[in-house]
């Protein structure tokens, strides 16, 4: 596929009288010279069908359905109804907009998927002249192609766990929305294994428990996909990824409630790991998200086991698409490109912020500081509520800390602590601050280094001032690391050395560190 001629698509909308499942039939013509490569999406770029060819003179219909309904586009705002059927066609032809001769949209009957999850499963926009090597891509946006009479929604978002999926009101979307015979499909995961209290087998399973409960209440059908894998890495022992838990704890919840399980990352894990990290440059955007190309692997994935599993109503209505995932062209690199799997993971972002979103934020004193720590990179944009008032672990703050100070090095785990252990996400933080020489060995007794107590205030001073100087130069006591913390002004208001620190001044007092250490 020369995917170097599909620059700029041809959108065509419609407005709808209310909220709803509609019926769309596109009649597209070949034109006089006839047209190769076309893609026709509808709605937030979801794939209806790809690699189309029509013939000069030649006309297709195709019809589709779409579900309209409300949808939260900005963290913060409230949930949109936006009653416009989007269409747009993409594709080798001098005019594309010659390509769509009809559009006919009328109300409809079938069953929705909704789909919630992350940004492994949210929409994503591509920016053009397009290039599939350089645009994020997820299973979720592209799903739509495999089947046909079903209508799709899908609510995921970056960042979201399964709590934020409930908390931020993406589930009162759907539960307002789904009705008998629908489908809710999920996967969650990768953020939720970055919170101490959403560990794979107590709460995050309880979460899985609580959706599907709530998806039969309403005579709907719940469908697990376990989460994509992460470019893997390797140590002594071969190769490993941090998500096992996880996936393991998915299986166990569908056998308890008979409910079907795709299983993605095993699947995942064991293709990247056959084909090794080079070949994976040219499937990922960074080390955890896939681009275009990736995300088409992992549908077609998806949608085979669906209907291998006989998983209803998909089994039914699977069409007779049968195109395989395109190949990377890897021309479209943009020149001094950085490797995908030397790219930290990181939140996909809107482009513009202009305000803080945190519900739970708005008035506080430390407001204006954690505007700061946004803008400086160290919050998460992507949820509505920061609880800043929260207790913050031991084990999560390290996640927070090496975003204002990053380590110079990071080496598989040998750290001596008996409370934590290789294969969770925690250990690589925690490995790090110990070979950069951050932990003072008070604060962890009898080999462990409490990951889920709460940070106390002179343990967080000991982390900054200790980050000030050489690792070399690091062996320095609490008591004159707090000295020098109230020299440099790291200090924030109703400090207690011994009593733990809140979310809202650990982030605010790590903006101010990030402003000492450049001026250093």
């Not at 002249?129 to 192609?145: A, D, E, I, R, V």
């Not at 290789?422 to 003072?440: K, P």
């Not at 809140?502 to 903006?511: G, K, P, T, V």
Request: hydrophobic residues 35%; contains cysteine; charged residues 25%.
């Amino acid at each position: 596929m020369d995917v170097r001629r599909l620059g700029f698509p041809y959108q065509y909308q419609a407005q709808v009288p209310h909220k709803g499942v509609y019926r769309v039939t596109v009649q597209l013509s070949g034109g006089e010279q006839g047209v190769k490569n076309l893609n026709l999406y509808t709605g937030r770029r979801n794939l209806i069908r790809r690699d189309l060819e029509i013939a000069a003179g030649e006309t297709r219909t195709i019809t589709f359905y779409s579900h309209v309904c409300e949808y939260l586009s900005v963290v913060g705002e409230p949930a949109r109804l936006d009653q416009q059927i989007r269409i747009s066609l993409l594709g080798d032809a001098s005019r594309l907009e010659e390509c769509l001769k009809s559009v006919k949209i009328e109300e409809a009957n079938v069953p929705t998927v909704f789909i919630g999850g992350d940004s492994l499963v949210a929409d994503y926009e591509a920016e053009y002249p397009y290039n599939p090597l350089m645009s994020f891509g997820s299973w979720g946006q592209n799903l739509p192609q495999y089947f046909e009479g079903l209508a799709f929604c899908n609510q995921a978002h970056g960042g979201l766990t399964t709590n934020c999926f409930k908390q931020d009101g993406h589930w009162d979307i759907v539960r307002d929305n789904i009705k008998p015979g629908d489908v809710f499909i999920l996967q969650f995961g990768h953020n939720d294994q970055k919170r101490r209290n959403l560990k794979a087998y107590v709460q995050y399973a309880s979460n899985l428990r609580w959706y599907i409960s709530e998806v039969r209440a309403r005579g709907a059908y719940p469908v697990i996909v376990t989460s994509m894998s992460r470019i893997p890495s390797r140590d002594e022992d071969g190769w490993y990824d941090l998500l096992k838990e996880y996936e393991e704890s998915c299986l166990r919840v569908g056998q308890e409630y008979h409910v079907p399980v795709i299983n993605l990352h095993d699947y995942s894990f064991r293709l990247f790991c056959e084909k090794g990290i080079d070949w994976c440059r040219d499937y990922f955007m960074d080390v955890t998200h896939t681009n275009d190309y990736g995300a088409l692997l992992m549908t077609q994935f998806i949608a085979q086991e669906l209907v291998r599993c006989g998983v209803e109503p998909f089994a039914s209505h699977r069409n007779d698409f049968d195109g395989k995932p395109w190949r990377p062209d890897v021309t479209l690199r943009p020149r001094n490109a950085v490797s995908s799997d030397e790219k930290e993971e990181r939140p996909v972002l809107p482009h513009d912020l202009p305000k803080l979103p945190y519900a739970d934020c708005q008035g506080i004193k430390q407001e204006r500081k954690l505007k700061e720590a946004m803008w400086k990179g160290l919050l998460d944009p992507c949820v509505k509520y920061f609880h800043p008032f929260d207790d913050l672990p031991r084990g999560q703050f390290l996640y927070l800390f090496f975003k204002a100070m990053p380590p110079a090095v990071r080496k598989p785990w040998s750290a001596p602590y008996c409370d934590l252990y290789r294969y969770e996400w925690d250990a690589q933080n925690v490995q790090a601050a110990y070979d950069s020489n951050l932990i003072d060995e008070s604060t962890t007794p009898d080999r462990h280094f409490r990951p889920d107590d709460a940070l106390t205030g002179r343990e967080f001073l000991s982390f900054m001032v200790r980050s000030l100087h050489p690792v070399s130069e690091r062996e320095i006591s609490m008591e004159d690391c707090e000295k020098e913390a109230k020299e440099l002004g790291l200090l924030w208001e109703g400090y207690k050395p011994d009593q733990p620190v809140n979310r809202a001044d650990c982030a605010a007092a790590l903006a101010e560190l990030m402003d000492v250490a450049a001026r250093r």
